[in-house]
Every structure is written in structure tokens, then in C-alpha cells.
């Protein structure tokens, strides 16, 4: 007898091939039937009718990494069909870590990740993955990630390593990998990523690609024309580790229209020529989200959280701080604040830092300065666009593109990217904008992302397969959230199944937690 029968389904399988009609029959936490199945001997019997049976979908670029574990129930990507999340994404997470180091992380990261009331009490990756495992309703992938590493053996020192130090951190990757991390992650933009250099990531890179790892990479924006050298940069990780490339949030056209979608595409595709493994992710949106303590100096976070609230709150340095800010030029009527940990301030959450720093009447600098003193750097920001809407189809189209949403889980007018990126896809760009085939568009949020990974248990609609499964309609699917109002579900899933259970039936959340942490199958 099957546990759920899901008859009468266009099955989009997740290979890219074209839909086609049949039953998905599930027993326990697997696909045991697929095409015609002859019984309708089953606990429940679901008629599909037009909707579509396709794999659950796979977020290869989430922040989640602690506010799942105070929020497990994860609606914002529950109501997408999204099944799993990719955690660890830009070396912003906190495995391996000492309870001083993992004290030190929780401060740094708190505007980006949250800062929730949980039991901080993990070590390394396996205890942390730990902490997820049937307690939550997604199944997490976890990237070990290049913050933890620096700073358990570097702490917050703007230096190489030396030899020895390289050795060390080497030796916490792969026992991160050992852990059951399906790969390394590095956001070249923050510190202390921001301090390693090409010859440190090839490094770690080897360790990955022995144990068949990814690399994921927010790039070094800051390298040579900022576009074309950040990319190669990654290339040649790849091209001298061996490893498998993953770029994050790639975008079209970053310096308004100076480099085009096909001039960078063109660049990856010539990579892959020459035999270096690259792929990319990206969501369907032009503005970007972080966390506002980013934009001060690099040199100001030398020492940790600790240290940099101290230069802030001296004057003589706070003068140098605030001068180089003025000297930047930011357009700070298009930076927003999406999220301010203090009530004091909360309620300037969705203003625009001029408009806030008006209020006060204060320069935008000082404003920004004072507010991170106030919070103790717990606050975040959306970014003016970075790329133009023209630029999004032929990206997010692109065969090399997989699906992530980078979407921050704090913050009442966080990104709406959270809560919509995979709807947005499915809705916007394949049935108005025709960006994509609909049967591509699953291909990019499925099994290739599985296979990017290394879950070859997952991803598809087979036979065998964990029954990580989504039901949704085509013609309704789509995403409400907005800039304006960014917690909004979406709409047109109606079913989701993670390992066989349901944790939306009939458009409603089971509050099933049935989520695994996932480890790659190497075998």
C-alpha cells in the first residue's frame, strides 16, 4: 500500500525534458512509482488535475544558517515548493567554531543572520548539522565557510597566513568536509575573507575538490575593472584546485552597461572550454540586501566587532571613519534599512538612510555610525540596484544558471527576495517574460543544483528518489512580495513534501519538521 498517491500529474521530472502525464507514487521517505501506477491502494490520493509534480526546489544560496532554528516552520520558502536551503553561503556561518570564536561570529553576523534566542552551543559542522536534523521543515546542505575558518586560526588580523597557520586551516576544512559539508564557501567582499589571497582559497580549494567538494564564491567586486578580474580570479581557483565552481549571485551588467550579460556569460562559457568546471546562481531581482556595518572602512574591522564599535565610539578615528564614508559618495536615498535591532530605531525600518539621517539631522556618515553604535551592528540594508532589469532574462535563462534567493530572514522590510525569488522565476520570467522554457526553469532549481552538490538521491522525479516533492499550478504560481511589503507568501503551491511527509497540504503549513541535513553521497 502507498503512502500518497499523486495522480494525474504533468510531472516536470527535473531533467529538463519535456512534461509529461502520469502518476508519483510514495512510500515511506521515497519515490516508489512514477508514470501510470496501477493501484490506487494508497493512505491518501491526491488528483493533480493541471498542476504540476516536479522535484522540491533547491535554494543554492540561503542565509538561514540560524533563524531556521528559532523559525522551523520556514513559510517564506515552504509556499515556493522550496524544499532545501544551502547554508554557509559567502563564508558567513558559524561551523567550526570554539565557544569564544562562535561568541566573536554571533556579534559579527548578527545583522546578516539574525541573532536569535537559541542554544549557541555546537562546535563543529557535524554538531551543527546536527541541530537541524528532523527539527525543521526544510532540508539544509551546509558549506563550510571561509569566515570560520580565518578566524578560528587568524582571529580578525588583516594578514596572510603563514605556512603553518595555512596548514591548520586546511586541516579544519577537511574535517569540515569529513562533517558532511558538500562544499567551501568565501565572500571575498567581507572581512576577514577580504584579507586571504588567491594562493590561500587554491589552498583550501585542493582540500574540497579531494573529498569532491564546491567551491561557491561571492567574488572580490573590489579586484581590478570589477567585473571581468573578480570572475577570473574564481576561474583560476578552479582552474588550479581542480574544484568545481559555483559563483554567486552572478549579474548581468554591473557597471551600468559596461559589461553585458553576454561579455560575462562569454567568459564562462570560454572557461568551460578550456576545462575549468564553472556554474553560477542568481534571483530575479536588481537590488541587493547585506549588512550595514560592510560599508565602513576595511581597516575598521580589524580586531572583531568589539574593536571596530570602539573606533566608532572614538572621536579622533570616528573624524577618519566618517571622512572616508563623505569621500565614497554613496547615494544613500537609494540604500533602505531593512532591518534595526533596537527598538529605539525599529521603526525606521523601510526608510532610506538620507531620509532617516534627515530625521535625525545628521549627515548620512555620521547617522550610519551612530546607528551601528546603537544597535551593536545589528543592522541590515537593502542596496540600490546593482544590475538593470534588462539584464535579469538572458542571466537567470542562461544554461549555466542555477536558482538561489539570498534571502535574509530578518528585518520587517527585508528583500523580497526571500519570500518570493522562486515564484517570481516560475510567474514573471517563464510565463509572462519567456525568459525560459517552464521545464528549464525546474532543471535550474532541481537537479542541477543536486548534482552541483553532490545529493544524487535528490532532484528528480525517479524512481528510488527521497520524496522531496512540490505541487503547483503553472497559471497561478507567483510571487506577492514587495519592497513595500516583503512577507507575503506566495501563491499557487498547493502541496510540499520533504522526505515523504507534508508540510503544506492544500495550501496550508503542517508545522511537520521533518528536514534533513543532507550530506553529499560520494559513492
Known sequence: MLDVLLRNARIIDGSGNAWYRGDVG???????????VGTADAARVIDCGDRVVSPGFIDMHSHSDVMLLAEPQHPAK?????????????????????????????????????????????????????????????????????????????????????????????????????DGAVGFATGLDYTPQFWSDTDELVAFCKVVASRGGIYVTHMRSSLGDRVFDPIKEAIEIGRRSGVRVQISHLRGDQLKGSHTPQ???????????DGVDVTFDNYPYTRGSSLL??????????????????????????????????????????????????????????????????????????????????TGLGVSYLSQSTSSEESLSPM?????????????????????????SFARV???????????????AVRKMTSACALRLGLKDRGLVREGFIADLAVWDPATINDRSTYAEPLVTAVGVSHVLVSGKFVLDNGAHTGATPGRALKPLLA
Open 426 to 440: 516560475l510567474g514573471e520570467f517563464v510565463r509572462e517574460r519567456k525568459a525560459m522554457p517552464l521545464e528549464d
Open 78 to 178: 515552504i509556499y515556493q515548493g522550496v524544499t532545501t536551503d544551502v547554508l554557509g553561503q559567502d563564508g558567513l556561518s558559524y561551523a567550526p567554531v570554539t565557544p569564544e570564536t562562535r561568541t566573536l561570529l554571533r556579534r559579527h553576523l548578527a545583522a546578516l543572520n539574525g541573532n536569535p534566542d537559541i542554544a549557541w552551543d555546537w562546535t563543529s559542522v557535524a554538531s551543527f548539522l546536527a541541530k537541524f536534523d528532523k527539527q525543521v521543515s526544510v532540508n539544509v546542505a551546509f558549506l563550510v565557510p571561509h569566515c570560520a575558518v580565518r578566524v578560528a586560526v587568524l582571529a580578525m588580523e588583516d594578514r596572510l597566513a603563514t605556512p603553518a597557520e595555512l596548514d591548520q586551516m586546511c586541516q579544519l576544512v577537511d574535517q569540515g568536509m569529513a
Open 26 to 36: 510514495v512510500q515511506g521517505e521515497k519515490i516508489v512509482a512514477v508514470g501510470r
Open 263 to 273: 561579455d560575462i556569460l562569454g567568459l564562462l562559457e570560454q572557461a568551460r572550454a
Open 396 to 420: 537567470l535563462g542562461h544554461y549555466l544558471a542555477t536558482s538561489g534567493s539570498d534571502g535574509l530572514c530578518i528585518g520587517s522590510k527585508r528583500h523580497p527576495r526571500t519570500y518570493g
Open 293 to 374: 556595518h560592510r560599508v565602513l572602512p576595511e581597516w575598521t574591522h580589524v580586531g572583531g566587532p568589539e574593536a571596530l564599535l570602539a573606533r566608532l565610539r572614538d572621536a579622533g578615528q570616528r573624524a577618519k571613519i566618517e571622512a572616508e564614508m563623505a569621500a565614497e559618495q554613496t547615494p544613500w536615498e537609494n540604500v533602505t534599512l531593512a532591518s534595526i535591532d533596537d527598538a529605539r530605531s525599529v521603526q525606521y525600518e523601510g526608510w532610506s538612510v538620507a531620509e532617516a539621517a534627515n530625521e535625525a539631522g545628521k549627515a548620512p556618515p555620521a547617522y550610519v555610525c551612530d546607528l551601528l553604535v546603537e
